[in-house]
């Protein structure tokens, strides 16, 4: 019996309006953990080549980790997944809060949805009760209003995931938002819970979850957070979350700036983490048993901009901020707490206004497409208005919604140059020709461009001590050189297998990944004391691996071979014009040679070889794929 | 309320970041289960911008004592509210006279629980935003009385019962 877990798995078909209740399959667990593992096993059982994103046939999945509503550090995960309608292939996206806990304490681990209401409903659960409610009340609502509402009618101790108008709109760009400004915001997957007519789930738990070994389990959390807490990086982590990373990457030239053209913004400092700390700060705020609460609680106090609500972190200001050429702070936290109350990516929406603005500055663009609004660089109030836009598909909006990649196919004219993007979805606030493992990492993420699948960053600040300890000294000093592509396919082949490996036992890849504090060793030690799991640090990795893998077969299915795995030529042509990085560009073809050969996949294609699979126990899977 | 040397638990809505990290440490310390329902602390979220940890304010005139009919609830000699086990049968009298919503039935025993300032969470804090105090020692830390004057401020949502 394994321990620590809600212990149900909810089934809702949203058209038959049925709702049934099935354990956890154990056998799927041990194979692939919970989380991301665990809905990346069953979606593609589920999800053929054909099916519609933001039809019936598409099935959407959420999931705790096994270590979900746990005490070890960072542990109020839960997963978002399905075939995205932003890039068509693997959507997932991740978040933290206290609906996940929630979830576990009312007796479940994971929920999938198939099928499509016929009129919008939500999911209430009360432990053992669970049903689908009209969500009438609540359908056109934006998130901190539902939440409002939800909470009114179901007490308020009731936590809510739900979608904005965004989702409701089918904006390919719409987030799946939990506890009012949490984010699983990538790949579009708000969207498709607007087409299934799903507004919200409603959760309230009271029950209790029993651990694998009570006796000495804070024994075991009391270690884990003395390390945590000593750590030198929770000072400047409590401080300022991640906001002051633009001061960070504005030093190291990977500061995304003008629509990627460069990677560094003369107006940085107006937008920087010092700025949000000394201006706009009301305080710190963590989800449960964080103890680095590196979300935000913040304010603008007056003017047009004016709003109280949760965040911003670094990839708003760079999106919202820099990415657009604006250095209005309060603009760039307005349009980011509008992305919250609407449901939306704020990462994509930055991103595509920005490729709009170099697309007008280019004259591919006239004020005759955008219905008279000025897409200057820099003009916030085009960027707040647009944001709101976007979320209601209004004029030109409409179009933005679609992201930048379809925007482009659209206009035409040569505006597709200008998308920064890979498999259809905006890279993230990294400007890689400044740190070529985010630039691979992109590439070879499974849900479209997205740093966090890997998240590398190992090479970023100096991790020396731990690029030894996890990888091999004789990788350095290479691996450790940002600007050197150098092994870097063997880092970043390493990182997403633990990273997905993190986000299936629903930890933070803060604490796990930067600062690199816990490795497989605690986590293993974690799934032991907590859920009962005896699965070496060796097993873990394979599990991280079968993961990625198993990622891959998703969308070589859908057609994905080495000719997708590529970015922008800005980038890999383009030397870096300005900066600390002026000169570079991002080597990828050389660095995903090295990714392909370690990850045992055919180097001139990416798809993986049949011994790889059979290693990985894939081999079911791999009939899929054909020769 | 009259000042007091009694012992309580007290935290900083301002400081409290929320994490629950307290309600987790003290169901696992005495009952061995995560599990909110099972703690003797809550952590209330009130937007915009507060998170409260609430525990037994160790009232001179406990009132949750005189209510029980069973004389389940005493004072020990260091001043410890505690609920005798044997005598407690779950009349719930001490949850409707607790002003502060600091005693409910453990859902497993269906016996009152309560903070009895142990110190374990106070101690696993990693926001270092409760403490262990006296009336007179907050008054010194806090001379304008910030603290309690938010928590008479929110007294509606923080005290109201629990289910609601």
Same mark, same amino acid.
């Given at each position: 019996?394994?321990?620590?877990?809600?212990?149900?798995?909810?089934?809702?078909?949203?058209?038959?309006?049925?709702?049934?209740?099935?354990?956890?399959?154990?056998?799927?667990?041990?194979?692939?953990?919970?989380?991301?593992?665990?809905?990346?096993?069953?979606?593609?059982?589920?999800?053929?080549?054909?099916?519609?994103?933001?039809?019936?046939?598409?099935?959407?999945?959420?999931?705790?980790?096994?270590?979900?509503?746990?005490?070890?550090?960072?542990?109020?995960?839960?997963?978002?997944?399905?075939?995205?309608?932003?890039?068509?292939?693997?959507?997932?996206?991740?978040?933290?809060?206290?609906?996940?806990?929630?979830?576990?304490?009312?007796?479940?681990?994971?929920?999938?949805?198939?099928?499509?209401?016929?009129?919008?409903?939500?999911?209430?659960?009360?432990?053992?009760?669970?049903?689908?409610?009209?969500?009438?009340?609540?359908?056109?609502?934006?998130?901190?209003?539902?939440?409002?509402?939800?909470?009114?009618?179901?007490?308020?101790?009731?936590?809510?995931?739900?979608?904005?108008?965004?989702?409701?709109?089918?904006?390919?760009?719409?987030?799946?938002?939990?506890?009012?400004?949490?984010?699983?915001?990538?790949?579009?997957?708000?969207?498709?819970?607007?087409?299934?007519?799903?507004?919200?789930?409603?959760?309230?738990?009271?029950?209790?979850?029993?651990?694998?070994?009570?006796?000495?389990?804070?024994?075991?959390?009391?270690?884990?957070?003395?390390?945590?807490?000593?750590?030198?990086?929770?000072?400047?982590?409590?401080?300022?979350?991640?906001?002051?990373?633009?001061?960070?990457?504005?030093?190291?030239?990977?500061?995304?700036?003008?629509?990627?053209?460069?990677?560094?913004?003369?107006?940085?400092?107006?937008?920087?983490?010092?700025?949000?700390?000394?201006?706009?700060?009301?305080?710190?705020?963590?989800?449960?048993?964080?103890?680095?609460?590196?979300?935000?609680?913040?304010?603008?106090?007056?003017?047009?901009?004016?709003?109280?609500?949760?965040?911003?972190?670094?990839?708003?200001?760079?999106?919202?901020?820099?990415?657009?050429?604006?250095?209005?702070?309060?603009?760039?936290?307005?349009?980011?707490?509008?992305?919250?109350?609407?449901?939306?990516?704020?990462?994509?929406?930055?991103?595509?206004?920005?490729?709009?603005?170099?697309?007008?500055?280019?004259?591919?663009?006239?004020?005759?497409?955008?219905?008279?609004?000025?897409?200057?660089?820099?003009?916030? &109030?085009?960027?707040?208005?647009?944001?709101?836009?976007?979320?209601?598909?209004?004029?030109?909006?409409?179009?933005?919604?679609?992201?930048?990649?379809?925007?482009?196919?659209?206009?035409?004219?040569?505006?597709?140059?200008?998308?920064?993007?890979?498999?259809?979805?905006?890279?993230?606030?990294?400007?890689?020709?400044?740190?070529?493992?985010?630039?691979?990492?992109?590439?070879?993420?499974?849900?479209?461009?997205?740093?966090?699948?890997?998240?590398?960053?190992?090479?970023?600040?100096?991790?020396?001590?731990?690029?030894?300890?996890?990888?091999?000294?004789?990788?350095?000093? &290479?691996?450790?050189?940002?600007?050197?592509?150098?092994?870097?396919?063997?880092?970043?082949?390493?990182?997403?297998?633990?990273?997905?490996?993190?986000?299936?036992?629903?930890?933070?890849?803060?604490?796990?990944?930067?600062?690199?504090?816990?490795?497989?060793?605690?986590?293993?030690?974690?799934?032991?004391?907590?859920?009962?799991?005896?699965?070496?640090?060796?097993?873990?990795?394979?599990?991280?691996?079968?993961?990625?893998?198993?990622?891959?077969?998703?969308?070589?299915?859908?057609?994905?071979?080495?000719?997708?795995?590529?970015?922008?030529?800005?980038?890999?042509?383009?030397?870096?014009?300005?900066?600390?990085?002026?000169?570079?560009?991002?080597?990828?073809?050389?660095?995903?040679? &090295?990714?392909?050969?370690?990850?045992?996949?055919?180097?001139?294609?990416?798809?993986?070889?049949?011994?790889?699979?059979?290693?990985?126990?894939?081999?079911? &899977?791999?009939?899929?794929?054909?020769? | 309320?009259?000042?007091?040397?009694?012992?309580?638990?007290?935290?900083?809505?301002?400081?409290?970041?929320?994490?629950?990290?307290?309600?987790?440490?003290?169901?696992?310390?005495?009952?061995?289960?995560?599990?909110?329902?099972? #703690?003797?602390?809550?952590?209330?979220?009130?937007?915009?911008?507060?998170?409260?940890?609430?525990?037994?304010?160790?009232?001179?005139?406990?009132?949750?004592? #005189?209510?029980?009919?069973?004389?389940?609830?005493?004072?020990?000699?260091?001043?410890?509210?505690?609920?005798?086990?044997?005598?407690?049968?779950?009349?719930?009298?001490?949850?409707?006279?607790?002003?502060? #919503?600091?005693?409910?039935?453990?859902?497993?025993?269906?016996?009152?629980?309560?903070?009895?300032?142990?110190?374990?969470?106070?101690?696993?804090?990693?926001?270092?935003?409760?403490?262990?105090?006296?009336?007179?020692?907050?008054?010194?830390?806090?001379?304008?009385?910030?603290?309690?004057?938010?928590?008479?401020?929110?007294?509606?949502?923080?005290?109201?019962?629990?289910?609601?």
């Amino acid at each position: 019996m394994i321990k620590g877990l809600g212990g149900e798995i909810l089934w809702v078909d949203l058209t038959e309006k049925k709702i049934e209740k099935k354990p956890v399959d154990e056998k799927i667990l041990k194979k692939y953990l919970l989380g991301a593992g665990y809905l990346s096993k069953v979606i593609y059982d589920m999800v053929p080549p054909g099916t519609d994103p933001l039809g019936p046939e598409n099935v959407l999945g959420i999931a705790t980790g096994t270590l979900t509503a746990s005490m070890f550090p960072q542990s109020s995960r839960h997963v978002v997944a399905a075939l995205s309608p932003l890039t068509d292939v693997w959507g997932e996206s991740h978040a933290a809060g206290f609906w996940a806990p929630e979830l576990k304490l009312a007796g479940y681990d994971a929920m999938f949805f198939t099928g499509e209401s016929s009129n919008p409903v939500y999911l209430n659960i009360k432990d053992d009760d669970v049903s689908l409610e009209d969500a009438q009340i609540v359908w056109g609502k934006d998130v901190f209003e539902t939440d409002d509402i939800l909470r009114e009618r179901h007490g308020k101790a009731c936590r809510t995931l739900a979608i904005g108008q965004a989702g409701e709109n089918l904006v390919r760009m719409a987030a799946v938002m939990n506890d009012r400004d949490r984010a699983s915001a990538r790949a579009g997957l708000g969207a498709v819970m607007g087409a299934k007519k799903l507004k919200a789930v409603c959760v309230r738990g009271t029950g209790k979850i029993e651990v694998a070994d009570p006796q000495n389990y804070l024994k075991h959390m009391d270690k884990f957070y003395k390390r945590m807490l000593e750590n030198p990086f929770m000072e400047g982590r409590v401080k300022f979350g991640t906001t002051s990373l633009v001061e960070l990457m504005q030093h190291i030239g990977r500061l995304p700036s003008y629509n990627m053209k460069q990677g560094v913004f003369e107006g940085y400092e107006q937008i920087s983490g010092d700025r949000i700390t000394r201006e706009f700060l009301i305080k710190p705020r963590a989800d449960w048993s964080c103890l680095q609460r590196c979300g935000r609680y913040t304010a603008v106090e007056k003017g047009p901009y004016k709003y109280v609500g949760g965040s911003p972190e670094f990839e708003s200001q760079s999106s919202l901020g820099s990415r657009c050429g604006n250095d209005n702070l309060e603009s760039v936290l307005y349009s980011h707490h509008l992305c919250n109350i609407y449901g939306m990516d704020t990462i994509s929406v930055g991103a595509t206004i920005s490729w709009a603005m170099e697309a007008w500055e280019e004259g591919l663009i006239t004020s005759e497409d955008t219905g008279g609004i000025d897409l200057e660089w820099g003009n916030h &109030e085009t960027i707040v208005k647009l944001t709101e836009m976007i979320a209601l598909r209004e004029g030109f909006g409409d179009l933005l919604a679609e992201g930048s990649y379809r925007a482009a196919q659209k206009i035409g004219k040569g505006s597709e140059k200008f998308v920064m993007a890979v498999k259809k979805q905006e890279i993230a606030g990294q400007e890689p020709r400044a740190q070529k493992s985010m630039g691979l990492a992109a590439v070879t993420s499974a849900r479209g461009a997205d740093h966090l699948y890997a998240f590398p960053v190992l090479d970023e600040a100096g991790f020396d001590d731990e690029i030894r300890e996890r990888f091999g000294k004789k990788y350095l000093p &290479e691996m450790a050189e940002r600007l050197n592509p150098k092994y870097k396919g063997i880092m970043v082949k390493m990182c997403e297998d633990y990273m997905v490996r993190v986000e299936s036992v629903g930890l933070c890849k803060y604490g796990t990944q930067i600062p690199p504090e816990f490795y497989y060793e605690d986590v293993a030690l974690a799934l032991r004391i907590h859920n009962g799991l005896e699965i070496s640090p060796e097993e873990l990795e394979e599990i991280g691996e079968r993961i990625v893998n198993l990622n891959r077969l998703f969308n070589v299915r859908l057609g994905i071979t080495r000719k997708d795995d590529n970015l922008p030529k800005r980038l890999t042509d383009d030397p870096a014009p300005i900066g600390p990085s002026a000169g570079e560009v991002v080597e990828l073809e050389q660095m995903l040679d &090295e990714y392909y050969k370690v990850r045992g996949w055919d180097v001139e294609t990416g798809v993986p070889l049949p011994e790889t699979l059979e290693r990985l126990g894939l081999q079911e &899977e791999a009939k899929d794929i054909g020769e | 309320m009259p000042m007091t040397q009694y012992k309580y638990v007290i935290g900083d809505p301002h400081v409290c970041s929320g994490c629950m990290i307290c309600v987790n440490t003290c169901s696992m310390f005495y009952f061995k289960v995560i599990g909110p329902e099972w #703690s003797r602390v809550r952590v209330l979220r009130i937007e915009p911008g507060l998170d409260f940890p609430l525990f037994c304010r160790n009232c001179e005139d406990a009132p949750c004592m #005189s209510a029980c009919p069973n004389e389940a609830i005493f004072r020990t000699s260091k001043g410890v509210v505690m609920v005798n086990n044997k005598k407690c049968n779950g009349t719930g009298a001490c949850i409707a006279a607790c002003p502060y #919503s600091a005693i409910h039935l453990n859902p497993d025993t269906g016996k009152a629980i309560k903070c009895i300032q142990c110190g374990e969470c106070v101690e696993r804090c990693p926001a270092d935003a409760i403490w262990t105090t006296t009336s007179n020692e907050l008054e010194e830390r806090d001379p304008d009385g910030r603290i309690l004057k938010l928590h008479d401020d929110h007294q509606k949502a923080l005290y109201g019962r629990q289910s609601e």
